[in-house]
């Protein structure tokens, strides 16, 4: 069974930076992909809203113009472990932030995930 687990969010203050970790076990994830989404306070009705995606096998990332240049996603094979470079953190980012897994290329839509990590909170004040 395929396991998720984030951690590293925190209080930060606006301009600051975080670095998340999802930390991905239960089987090899060659041909897979992974990808980070967040919810805000008051938006948990809606879809989680994509932040990065990365796949596994070549690295390829892509970002919505949200935080293009601010995100960089990552990951170490070795380790089974993908992160989230969060710099110039701004209030607006302030989210649960979920590690997500799916078979095959990356996607951008929250609901194309298989498999989800329990959340990690980020909060920046301004």
């Known amino acids: 069974q395929v396991q998720l687990v984030e951690s590293g969010g925190g209080l930060v203050q606006a301009g600051g930076s975080l670095r998340l970790s999802c930390a991905a076990s239960?089987?090899?994830?060659?041909?897979?992909?992974m990808g980070w989404f967040r919810q805000a306070p008051g938006k948990e009705g809606k879809e989680r809203e994509f932040?990065?995606?990365?796949?596994?096998?070549?690295?390829?990332?892509y970002y919505p113009d949200s935080v293009k240049g601010r995100f960089t996603v990552s990951r170490d094979n070795a380790k089974n472990t993908v992160y989230l470079q969060m710099n110039s953190l701004k209030p607006e980012d302030t989210a649960v932030y979920f590690c997500?897994?799916?078979?095959?290329?990356?996607?951008?839509?929250?609901?194309?995930?298989?498999?989800w990590g329990q959340g990690t909170q980020v909060t920046v004040s301004s």
């Open positions: 932040v990065a995606t990365i796949n596994w096998n070549i690295g390829s990332t």
């Open positions: 997500a897994a799916r078979r095959g290329s990356y996607h951008s839509v929250a609901r194309e995930y298989d498999y």
């Open positions: 239960g089987r090899t994830f060659s041909g897979w992909s």
